[in-house]
């Protein structure tokens, strides 16, 4: 992929992120980089396939940020809580400052669009929550009554639901907090739920006050 066309994307998905697919034209795009439409042109036959393209790139993110986490797992210091909480800071420090509004016009205006990401979306994460409950039931943090498919299609449905359901000023970063307190509150044992709470909400009580 050239320069140009990585410039377009990037410009394309902070604008996208900040305000919303409907909100952001072409031409907002190209005003932005100070592009013609026919440059423009010269990638993307249409804006629904930068759409594609944009949401390509949020993949490629996430594989991205598996591979930091992956290294947590020769860490014999850290465990799934930790492992997820690392998710979720890194999550934070490497997404857009967006709302909810990218993925708000997504479901609205380009329905076939949005339905294919989140089936894709939807099979890895089930595959990954199955993956890390496993771990840490091994660990002895996790629950072992769990019934480890039920649970990860569960949590991964419950969050595509609230996703697409939400407010558009929504801010995602908000979303994808709850769901991290949610998961662990519903898969830690008293020992897990302990190490959560002594590890990560008294420190976060901490920097509050």
Known sequence: MNKQKKDILKTASGLFSKYGLKSVSIDDICSGLGISKKTFYNYFKQKSDLVLEVLQSMHEQREEMAKETAKLENDETKNAIDRIMAIRYYFKANQTKSNHSFFYDLTKYYPKI????????????????????????????????????????????????????????????????????????????????????????????????
Do not use: C, P, W
């Not at 989140?118 to 002895?140: D, H, L, N």
């Not at 995602?172 to 769901?179: A, C, P, S, W």
């Not at 519903?186 to 976060?204: D, R």
């Open 114 to 209: 949005h339905e294919e990401f989140s089936k894709q979306r939807q099979e890895e994460t089930i595959i990954f929550i199955k993956k890390e409950i496993e771990k840490g039931i091994a660990e002895g943090i996790f629950r072992k009554e769990l019934d480890l498919d039920l649970t990860a299609y569960f949590l991964t449905i419950q969050f595509q639901n609230i996703v697409n359901t939400l407010k558009k000023n929504t801010k995602f970063q908000t979303v994808f907090d709850f769901m991290v307190d949610v998961y662990i509150r519903l898969v830690a044992n008293e020992k897990g739920l302990k190490y959560y709470e002594e590890n990560y909400l008294k420190t976060q009580t901490t920097k509050q006050d």
